[in-house]
C-alpha cells in the first residue's frame, strides 16, 4: 500500500473527523456559547434567541434573516472544501440549523435551566416526559406522547421530520423543569437520516433510545416494577398518520 493511501482521510497525519462529527462540534460549540449568555440575561442573546425560534420547524431557506446564523457560519469554517462528504454540505447545513433553532425554542424563558446538555437523547426526554406528567389519565397522556415519537421515527420527508420534532419540544415545555436534550447529538443524526443508506439506522437509535429509557431499576427479586406498556416504538403506525398542522406549521410533505 503507497504512503498516499495509507494516508488518505489524514489531515496533518491524525484522522479527519467525519462530517457528522463537524455537524455536532458545530452545533454544540454554538449553542453551549448562546446558552451561557442567555442565562446571563445578555441582551443580544435574549434577542437572537427571539429570532432563531423563528426558524423551528423550517427549513433554513424559509428564513431569509436567519441565513448567515453564527452555527452555519461555525459548521463553514470547520469544514474546508476538501473535507471528506463535503459534497453533503447542505445536508449538514441542514441539520446544524434545525438543532439550533429546535434549541431555541425548548429554551425559550428559562434562564435557570439548560435545555442543551450533552449524553441527553431524544428517547429518553421523551420517556423523562412521560414520567413527569403522570397523571389519572397516565395511559391517555403515554400513548398521546409515544405516538409523538413513533412519528418522528417513521417521517418520510425532512421537513415531516422537522415538523414532528418541533412538536415534541413543545411538549417538552409543557412542564417546569423541561427534560433537557442533547441537540449536538440529535443535530448529527438529523445530518445521517438525510442518507437513505443511513436513515434506517438513525430510526433505529431513536427507538432504541425511547425503548431502553424505559427500564427503571430492578427489584431484588429481580424483576421491573412499574413497567410501562409498549415500550417499542409501534412499527404499524402509519408514517402520516393524523397528519395535520403544529403550531402554524403546514405539516407532511
Known amino acids: 500500500m503507497s504512503t498516499a493511501s495509507k494516508t488518505a482521510g489524514r489531515v496533518g497525519g491524525k484522522d479527519e473527523p467525519s462530517v457528522r462529527e463537524l455537524v455536532e462540534q458545530a452545533t454544540h460549540t454554538y449553542i453551549a456559547r448562546l446558552q451561557f449568555r442567555y442565562a446571563k440575561d445578555d441582551p443580544a442573546a435574549v434577542a437572537e434567541l427571539a429570532q432563531l425560534r423563528r426558524g423551528a420547524g423550517r427549513r433554513s ?13 461555525k459548521l463553514a469554517e470547520l469544514m474546508p472544501k476538501g473535507a471528506s462528504g463535503s459534497g453533503r454540505r447542505e445536508d449538514a447545513e441542514e441539520a446544524v440549523f434545525l438543532a439550533s433553532t429546535l434549541w431555541a425554542l425548548h429554551q425559550q424563558s428559562r434562564r435557570n435551566q439548560s435545555t442543551h446538555v450533552r ?46 420534532l418541533r412538536e415534541i419540544v413543545m411538549l417538552l415545555r409543557t412542564v417546569p423543569e423541561s427534560p433537557p436534550l ?22 433505529r437509535e431513536w427507538g432504541r433510545e425511547f425503548h431502553l429509557a424505559a427500564s427503571p431499576p430492578r427489584t431484588g427479586k429481580g424483576k ?9 416504538i409501534d412499527p404499524t403506525l402509519g408514517a402520516d398518520e393524523e397528519e395535520g398542522t403544529y403550531g402554524g406549521y403546514a405539516a407532511g410533505e
Open 119 to 164: 449524553g441527553k437523547d431524544l428517547g429518553g426526554a421523551v420517556r423523562a416526559l412521560i414520567r413527569l406528567k403522570k397523571t389519572e389519565s397516565a395511559d391517555e397522556e403515554e400513548s398521546t406522547l409515544r405516538k409523538r415519537m413513533v412519528r418522528v421515527g417513521t417521517a418520510e420527508s425532512f421537513r415531516s421530520v422537522a415538523v414532528r
Open 182 to 203: 442533547d441537540y449536538a447529538r440529535l443535530a448529527g443524526q438529523l445530518y445521517r437520516w438525510q442518507d437513505r443508506s443511513a436513515r434506517a439506522g438513525v430510526q
Open 61 to 73: 431557506h424559509e428564513i431569509p434573516e436567519l441565513w448567515g446564523i453564527d452555527a452555519l457560519e
Open 224 to 232: 421491573t416494577p412499574g413497567a410501562e406498556k409498549g415500550d417499542v
